[in-house]
T-cell receptor, first 115, second 115 residues
Framework: AQSVAQPEDQVNVAEGNPLTVKCTYS??????LFWYVQYPNRGLQFLLK??????LVKGSYGFEAEFNKSQTSFHLKKPSALVSDSALYFC?????????????FGAGTTVTVRA | EAEVAQSPRYKITEKSQAVAFWCDPI?????LYWYRQILGQGPELLVQ????????DSQLPKDRFSAERLKGVDSTLKIQPAELGDSAMYLC?????????????FGPGTRLLVL
């Protein structure tokens, strides 16, 4: 079975400081990993994904994520956070070895960037 | 930029009433998903369509929920009768195909409140 854990319910950072949102996963085969962001009363917006290749993936709005197979992690990062980055962030995984195509989401991490 | 459309955005109903949600995926996207997101949790898949066929409805409470995508384009999710526990955000997503590498793009969601 595939699963994702986001160990921090909340992350608080000052504007201009680095932002990291943690994600670990569990799959039986190779993982396909995704990050989404959700603003209040809105749907999920796609940020980036890891399929194969370079472990550092660059995405929208200056975000990037690093795939680490040995630590089964896919942490989301932004070098300099903005107040407008305040939102709910979800990590999701698909298992290449699975017979279905279901995307499994973590519980989400609320990011607050203070001015 | 093409988007997934959903309506209504908000719905308030009384328990035992029937409700219906509509979704229009991104043009050309063969795969359509309905998710339920309970406050404070990540989205959970209810049903997945490939064109007009159901691929996965294992998590759909079939005694009260139904979903259809008759012409393989837009889709309707119905709840009858609604229960208090159905209060949640209902998200529709679409992707080009069912491939595990495919990115799912989400609509703005329908927030349902059952009184």
């Amino acid at each position: 079975a595939q699963s994702v854990a986001q160990p921090e319910d909340q992350v608080n950072v000052a504007e201009g400081n680095p932002l990291t949102v943690k994600c670990t996963y569990s799959v039986s085969g190779n993982p396909y990993l995704f990050w989404y962001v959700q603003y209040p009363n809105r749907g999920l917006q796609f940020l980036l994904k890891y399929i194969t290749g370079d472990n550092l993936v660059k995405g929208s709005y200056g975000f990037e994520a690093e795939f680490n197979k040995s630590q089964t992690s896919f942490h989301l990062k932004k070098p300099s956070a903005l107040v407008s980055d305040s939102a709910l962030y979800f990590c999701a995984v698909r298992d290449e070895g699975s017979n279905d195509y279901k995307l499994s989401f973590g519980a989400g991490t609320t990011v607050t960037v203070r001015a | 930029e093409a988007e997934v459309a959903q309506s209504p955005r908000y719905k308030i109903t009384e328990k035992s009433q029937a409700v219906a949600f509509w979704c229009d995926p991104i043009s050309g996207h063969a795969t359509l998903y309905w998710y339920r997101q309970i406050l404070g949790q990540g989205p959970e898949l209810l049903v997945q369509f490939q064109d007009e066929s159901v691929v996965d409805d294992s998590q759909l409470p079939k005694d009260r929920f139904s979903a259809e995508r008759l012409k393989g384009v837009d889709s309707t999710l119905k709840i009858q009768p609604a229960e208090l526990g159905d209060s949640a955000m209902y998200l529709c997503a679409s992707s080009l195909s069912t491939g595990q590498q495919e990115t799912q793009y989400f609509g703005p969601g329908t927030r349902l409140l059952v009184l």
